[in-house]
């Protein structure tokens, strides 16, 4: 079980690790083929907006990664579950005012490694 916690962690680091590159480095490119209800007139100037959100996922992603270095299970297990546990809540935030598929693609994997660390 523990592989796959590791598994899930590295996929949802992963995962806002491509959120930071798209928020601060691809907005205006890949933004509108992305969110496509979004009037492509308002990507240019919600350039600066995205790249904090961008920088706050980084921040996820460095929390997320920290916890592979940490020897200390309980310890490792408290800061998995407090940055998965922001995945989550950001995830269910977006999918409840931005588009529903956010839940499926960012909290649900975070939910579940929170739901494996948990149960071990």
């Keep these: 079980m523990d592989i796959l916690i590791s598994i899930l962690i590295g996929l ?8 930071l ?30 790249a904090n959100q ?11 990664l920290w916890t592979f270095f940490i020897s200390n299970v309980l310890w ?5 579950l407090f940055f998965l546990g922001c995945v989550v809540v950001a995830g269910v935030y977006g999918a409840a005012t931005v588009e529903k598929k956010i839940f499926f693609i960012q909290a649900l994997p975070a939910l579940i490694a ?4 948990l149960l071990r």
């Design 54 to 64: 961008g920088l706050y996922n980084g921040f996820l992603v460095a929390g997320l």
């Design 12 to 19: 949802v680091a992963l995962l806002h690790l491509y959120f």
């Design 76 to 80: 490792k297990d408290n800061i998995a």
């Design 114 to 117: 929170i739901l494996l660390i």
């Design 21 to 50: 590159y798209f928020e601060m480095f691809a907005w205006t490119t890949k933004g509108p083929k992305i969110f496509r209800n979004f009037p492509k007139d308002l990507f240019e100037p919600t350039k600066a907006m995205a």
